[in-house]
């Protein structure tokens, strides 16, 4: 029988199959030994006894992190003021999705904490209309603007990015009173939410399914090679054709010889510091890697025009002049 993974707590898996049926289980030992990595999301063929999962179905999509799969739309969700808005957060949420090939819309919430709610909106659409995202306004505490979004996510698999405090699970509640999840406050004095979401759970709303995440804010770009991150800047990467070297990272302000020094001007702000600030953790991960190599080719040694694997001196057979000496010694 075939069913979906909803929730998943300590070793137990919570499942629910096409009837609507919920069944508590276990994961087969033999996909345990071949280290399959079940995740909220998956789809699972179980056990003639429903107490097992025996296989893992093949997978549409899926994230690292948080470890979700099987996703049609993330949906990021900011909030425009307490805590006040990060947009190299929401840039690294963004780049991150786009990396993983996931559709993404953007949420802010809050709304009714802005006093110039239009020109927050129009410095927001400058930015993000153009890169091609769908963009929600709302105050979920409150209930406001509610209709679009509910109208966006219908018929859809949708998982919410954001960091702690931004009102996720608030939103969970405006969009399904019957869920009345745990919210928590911002702290006053570091402007951060406290996680009230503590694990990955598909939650069935009216006509959809919202997986809600913990809040996370420590992703780094320490997987990805300084090359491959710009291509996911499409909108920097636009001017990246008039740089004079194609090893050209794009990061110095007095390189005019670099197509993107040159169109500044053009790129917004908040979008060439993030490339920075990822592009630093970018390098950092180069780096590591660099050094890996170095490593592994020390293990190697030229005999005549080959290239061979060296033997460690654990494993390597004495000379005979050594072998020799120790049976003299021994004599």
Known sequence: MQAQVFKIHSDFYYVKNLKGENFTCKLRDILKKQKIDIRVGDFVELSNDNQFIASLLPRKNYLNRPKVSNIDCALVI?????????????????????????????????????DN??????????????????????????????????????????????????GKSTLLNAFNSKINL????????????????????????????????????????????????????????????????????????NDLSCGVIQNL?????????????????????????????????????NVGNRISVKISKRKRDASRNTSKQQIKDWE
């Open 265 to 301: 001007d053009k790129i917004n702000k908040s979008r060439y510091e993030s490339y920075l600030t990822f592009l630093e953790e970018s390098l950092e991960y180069k780096e590591l890697i660099s050094k890996r190599s170095i490593k592994n080719e020390s293990r190697n040694k």
């Open 182 to 253: 745990r919210t928590g406050e911002v702290s006053a004095k570091t402007q951060k939410g406290c996680h009230t979401t503590r694990h990955c759970e598909i939650i069935e709303c009216n006509g959809f399914k919202i997986i809600d995440t913990p809040g996370f804010s420590c992703l780094k770009f320490d997987f990805l090679l300084p090359d491959k991150l710009i291509e996911l800047f499409e909108d920097i990467n636009l001017y990246t054709k008039n740089c004079k070297f194609s090893d050209c990272l794009h990061n110095s302000k």
């Open 117 to 166: 709610l239009e020109n927050k909106k129009s410095e927001i659409f400058s930015i993000y209309e153009k890169l091609g995202y769908k963009l929600f306004f709302i105050s979920a505490k409150n209930k406001l603007d509610l209709d679009e979004l509910c109208d966006f996510v219908q018929q859809k698999t949708i998982v919410l990015c954001g960091m702690s405090g931004v």
């Open 78 to 114: 900011c909030a425009l003021k307490e805590p006040e808005l990060d947009l190299i957060q929401l840039n690294r949420y963004l780049t991150y999705l786009k990396y993983n090939n996931i559709e993404v819309a953007i949420c802010f919430n809050k709304e009714d904490l802005i």
